[in-house]
C-alpha cells in the first residue's frame, strides 16, 4: 500500500463538546484536520473523481456527526469523526484525526487545546 493520504485542513465547526456544565449546553468551536490513507494511483492515472475518495462528502458527513452529536471529550469527537471517515469510503485504511478547541476554557493564556488519534481499518 502507498503512503498516499488525503489531506482535510482547517475544517470548521460548532459543537456541543466539553466537560463543564456551560460546554454541555453551549456550543464551541472546533478545527478538524483529517487524513485519509487512501491509494491515490488509480485517480492520478484516471482524473476521474470515481477513482477516489469524494472530499466533499467526507467533509458534509463530518460536520452533521460533530454538530449533531454531543461529546464529552475531543477524544470521542476525534474517534467519531475516524468512524464518519471510513464509512464514507470502503477504500480509507487509516484515518488520523486533529481536533482542536478554538476557545479552551482555561484562565491561562491558550490559543487551543486539542487531540490527535489514527485509526486503523479493523
Do not use: N
Amino acid at each position: 500500500m502507498p503512503d498516499d493520504r488525503l489531506l482535510l485542513s482547517g475544517l470548521r465547526v460548532t459543537a456541543l463538546c466539553g466537560a463543564l456544565p456551560e460546554e454541555r449546553v453551549r456550543a464551541q468551536p472546533f478545527e478538524l484536520d483529517i487524513e485519509i490513507g487512501v491509494d491515490l494511483a488509480p485517480s492520478g492515472h484516471s482524473d476521474d473523481l470515481g477513482d477516489t475518495i469524494d472530499y466533499g462528502t467526507v467533509c458534509a458527513d463530518v460536520v452533521v456527526a460533530a454538530e449533531g452529536e454531543q461529546f464529552t471529550l475531543m477524544e470521542a469527537m476525534a474517534h467519531r469523526v475516524a468512524e464518519v471517515c471510513f464509512a464514507a469510503d470502503s477504500r480509507a485504511q487509516w484515518v488520523t484525526v486533529e481536533v482542536r478547541k478554538l476557545r479552551p476554557p482555561v484562565p491561562q493564556q491558550l490559543d487551543t487545546s486539542g487531540v490527535r488519534i489514527t485509526r486503523h481499518r479493523q
